[in-house]
């Protein structure tokens, strides 16, 4: 298994529009990615603008899927202009 945490920083006044988006696509991966097992923002309680998605694949190979998507690719275009700074992305090994 693979894991990533995204960390999404977002203008502050853009909030509900990004939280709108992000959900729209959550909803997409989770009814279309059998192979993704978790995909959910999560919003910090200590740094305002701060979101976190916390994903989980069952292979390399649906992680690439993911990233593939139409609804992926429409979605972070249509995030872009609500962000305040570049995602942080890391990639996490499963220990079994």
């Known amino acids: 298994m693979i894991g990533v945490v995204a960390v999404l920083k ?3 006044d ?3 529009d990004f939280e709108k988006v992000f959900l729209d696509l959550q909803n997409r ?5 059998p192979g993704c097992l978790v995909y959910q923002l999560t919003r910090s309680r200590t740094e305002a603008g701060t979101y976190k998605v916390l994903e989980l694949y069952a292979s390399q190979d649906a992680l690439k899927h993911h990233g593939e998507t139409d609804y992926f690719k429409a979605a972070g275009a249509a995030m872009g ?16």
């Open 81 to 96: 202009p609500f962000m305040a700074d570049r995602p942080e992305i890391e990639y996490l090994d499963a220990v079994e």
């Open 10 to 12: 977002v203008q502050p």
């Open 14 to 16: 853009k909030t509900a």
């Open 29 to 33: 991966v989770k009814a279309n990615e």
